[in-house]
């Protein structure tokens, strides 16, 4: 089993920035891909960002080029730095990860979640 643990959350004004940070343990050997989804009152969950082992990103479209996912493999951390941020980033943000998988065919582990609210 894999345990994701996620900080970094909190309250930001638009045009501000913040860094989550989700750390991995348990068995944490060959997680192949690890992220992060995002969702917002009312709405269904989306993939925010991903990065495989190798280092290989995937964004979504709403985030690109504000925000960066980072991976480090010896600490079994993955990072989300979030520039720019509007009050549309709003939303609880989940740590994801899978050991086959990128994150948009399949998540097998998920954190529990911190909250990222960003006031106009």
């Known amino acids: 089993q894999v345990q994701l643990v996620e900080s970094g959350g909190g309250l930001v004004q638009a045009g501000g920035s913040l860094r989550l940070s989700c750390a991995a343990s348990?068995?944490?050997?060959?997680?192949?891909?690890m992220g992060w989804y995002r969702q917002a009152p009312g709405k269904q969950r989306e993939l925010v960002a991903d990065i495989t082992s190798g280092g290989t990103t995937n964004y979504a479209d709403s985030v690109e080029g504000r925000f960066t996912i980072s991976r480090d493999n010896a600490k079994n951390t993955v990072y989300l730095q979030m520039n720019s941020l509007k009050p549309e980033d709003t939303a609880v943000y989940y740590c994801a990860a899978d050991k086959v998988f990128r994150l948009r065919v399949r998540v097998s582990y998920w954190g529990q979640g911190t909250q990222v609210t960003v006031s106009s």
């Open positions: 348990g068995s944490i050997i060959d997680i192949y891909a």
